[in-house]
Every structure is written in C-alpha cells, then in structure tokens.
C-alpha cells in the first residue's frame, strides 16, 4: 500500500499501551531489517538507520504485534513497514508505509484478508494515499514534416532519452497518455492519416507498446490525460469537429470506458497530471482563445467544475507530476510561445507563474521518471524540437539537453515500471 501515516497514535510521549496477555518483548532491534512475527513486540532503534519491518506473510485475525521508538528518532530515520503480500488498512502490498514521528507506537492487530494489519490502537489514524513510484518514461508517435510517427523514445530512471524505436501502433499525433494498474500506461484518441481515432495501445510494464484497439469512446484529438484514484487513468477534452468537455475512465486493467459529458468549459490543447497521490488537474487550453482555466479530478475520477486564474492564459503546455505529491505545467503558446512553469500543491492549488524554463515551445510532453521527477521533452519552436528538460524532486526546471531522438512536435508521454 502506499502512503505517509504520520500521526502519533500514542501522544507524543510515545507511551505504548498495556499489551494484551502473553505478548512476548523482543531485544531492541539496531538493524536496518527485521522480520517480526504475530504476539511479539519490539523496539525498533533507528538512532543509526531506518528500519524495515516485514510483518509476516500468513496470519489469523487477532494477531498482534507492537512496534516502540525505542529512541524517539522515528522522525529521523522512518520505519517502513513491508506488509509482506498482506493488505494493510485495506491496500495491497504493491504499496510501502512509513511511520517517521518521533516517540510513535503501533499497537498493529491483523482483521482478516480484506482489511489486513491495521493500528488498532488508533481511532484517528489518517494514510494518505500516494501513488507508488514512476521510474521510467516514455514519449511517444508525433509529427514532423516528414508526417504522422509511430515511434517512440524511452526514459531510464536517471532521465536519459534513449534512441528511436519505430512500430507502435498507428501512427498519430494530438494524442494522450497516463499511466494506469500501478506499472503500467496508455496512449489513446489522436489524429492520423484516417482523421480523428479513437483507438488506443496499452503499455506494460516493460515498457512494449501494444497494438491498437479500436472503439474507446468518441474520436477527438488535442485532449490531455493523467492517472488518479492510484491505479487508473482519466482522459478528458478535446476536438472532435468542435471543442468538447468529453471524458472516458481507464480502469486498473486499462479497458476504456463510455464517454462522459459535462466536465467544465469545453476545450481543446489542455495539460492534465496526477497530484495529491490519487487526484488529477487538467488546466489550460483554447476555446476561441487560450484561457487559464483549471479542473480538478478527485480520487473516483469526478471532473469538478472550473477554477479560473491559474497563471498566464496558456494553450498546448505539458504536465508531469514530481516529488511525491506534485506536478508542473510548463511551455505552451499564449500571446507567443512560452518558457513559463505553474506548480501545483498536492492540494491542487495552482501557484503563479515562474519564468525561464528553457527554450520556448509548444506541443510538447512530460512524464515522470526515477521515482520522483519529471522530463519535458520534444515540441515546437518554430522548428521541430527534440529538446528535454528534467524537472528535480522540487520542481525546479532544468536547462535544456538537446539531441534526444527525432524532432517533432504533438508528442505524448507517460510513467511505466516501477522498478528501476
């Protein structure tokens, strides 16, 4: 499961409750593993290092295990707790939790399958819910003046662009992409030789991009995508013939549902990424002018109506998600094309623009890579562009590197894999 659970359970004097009869206290465990088992409690010392504790991968309703901050430097070095194939409050084991307050206690009682280990002691005990993370990318299809591509670049986990790789699926551009099932992503809808499509290929989680499918909603191109709910993926807006407010969900095994109409003021030439750990933000695009519109998406994958003011009325930017609750949006084409970033909190407030991020463009796309950055890449700068720009852990938007595949522009790009 995946999540930041911060509250003292016990008070800030870390004080532990009386255990229940026969509990069995372990010697004060200095490593940085260990692996306890059920009616046994333990001092976890974190003075040196972190600690991860693998619960046990078979246990009966009722069992129990208690974890102290023998040292109270919990906030120094966090416990990470490894549910070892379990649920833990009701989320799979695809997802850590780490415990970093200082004098903490969990008084942990295993419920049964669906639920799994949960601090029994803590009536309000809150986990926030964050996506697990993104080491790899991927920009792919396009077009230049030679047409419409079908190619792609992938992204290692330090940011690197590797070379062409040519064959995936139709060739389009003015397509969309996210990720969806934790490892996996999707590119769909776009604009070919044929027009509009609304096809889509899935990705898996070695990055292979599969071949088309067809039937995935109303045919429109200019839209934007972006995961949220932790596991799924929301495409919204677009054109088909005339600027829409259209969305379609992608569920955790990446089948497309029916289109959804009436999700804020239609559009065309967004941005979308996922913020907040399972929440997405689409914002900015053009209905007869660019506009500075913003629509938040919650963690069931509802659009929420319009928000205004969010930065330099902009057109055609790209999106990704940094840290482990952030994203950006960056470049796009206002009155010109700009070099201008908006960072938005994990609260999905949109900050005011910062300048001088790079060469100016448009039509380009962004996506996460090495757990907690993001990459801008490709566009148009009154040439086609192969320009990247990596974006750190705090959202800072570096210099340009140049030379990363073949130029082109309507590009799109999601996160894969999380393994490095």
């Not at 090495?370 to 192969?386: E, K, L, M, P, R």
């Amino acid at each position: 499961m995946s999540g930041l659970v911060k509250a003292n359970i016990f008070g800030s004097s870390g004080g532990v409750l009386e255990a229940a009869g026969g509990l069995s206290w372990q010697s004060v465990v200095t490593a940085s593993t260990v692996t306890v088992e059920a009616s046994k409690g333990y001092f976890i010392n974190t003075t040196s290092n972190a600690c991860t504790i693998t619960l046990p991968s078979v246990a009966t309703a009722g069992d129990q295990i208690i974890l102290v901050d023998y040292a109270r430097t919990w906030g120094t070095n966090a416990i990470t707790i490894d549910s070892n194939g379990l649920n833990f409050q009701g989320e799979s084991d695809l997802y850590t939790v780490d415990y970093d307050t200082s004098g903490q206690a969990l008084n942990l009682v295993y419920s049964g399958a669906t639920v799994g280990w949960t601090p029994s002691s803590d009536i309000v005990n809150a986990l926030e819910p964050v996506l697990p993370p993104t080491q790899k990318g991927m920009f792919a299809y396009g077009e230049n003046a030679s047409g419409y591509l079908s190619m792609k670049n992938l992204v290692n986990n330090s940011g690197v662009v590797a070379a062409d790789v040519t064959g995936v699926g139709t060739a389009r551009s003015t397509l969309a992409g996210a990720g969806y099932g934790f490892d996996k992503g999707i590119y769909a809808f776009g604009y070919g030789g044929s027009g509009r499509v609304s096809l889509s290929n899935l990705v898996s989680n070695s990055g292979t991009v599969a071949s088309d499918v067809t039937g995935v909603g109303t045919a429109r191109h200019a839209l934007a995508a972006a995961g949220y709910g932790t596991d799924k993926a929301i495409f919204a807006f677009g054109d088909s013939g005339s600027v829409t407010n259209l969305s379609n969900l992608v569920n955790n095994s990446g089948v497309v549902a029916d289109d959804v109409t009436g999700v804020g003021t239609a559009r065309r030439n967004c941005g979308a990424a996922t913020f907040g750990g399972d929440k997405a933000i689409f914002a900015y695009g053009f209905t007869t002018s660019a506009v500075s519109i913003s629509n938040l998406v919650s963690s069931s994958g509802v659009v929420a109506t319009d928000t205004t003011g969010v930065g330099t009325a902009g057109r055609r930017p790209a999106a990704c998600r940094f840290g482990l609750d952030q994203c950006i949006f960056a470049y796009g084409e206002g009155a010109s094309k700009l070099s201008v970033s908006n960072k938005v909190s994990n609260l999905g407030v949109v900050a005011s623009d910062t300048g001088g991020v790079g060469t100016a463009r448009q039509d380009l796309a962004a996506c996460g890579f090495g757990g907690d950055q993001g990459i801008f890449g490709f566009g148009y700068n009154g040439g086609y562009s192969a320009v990247t720009n990596k974006v750190s852990n705090v959202g800072t938007v570096a210099s340009d590197t140049s030379g990363v595949g073949t130029t082109r522009r309507f590009i799109a790009a999601l996160g894969y894999s999380q393994s490095a």
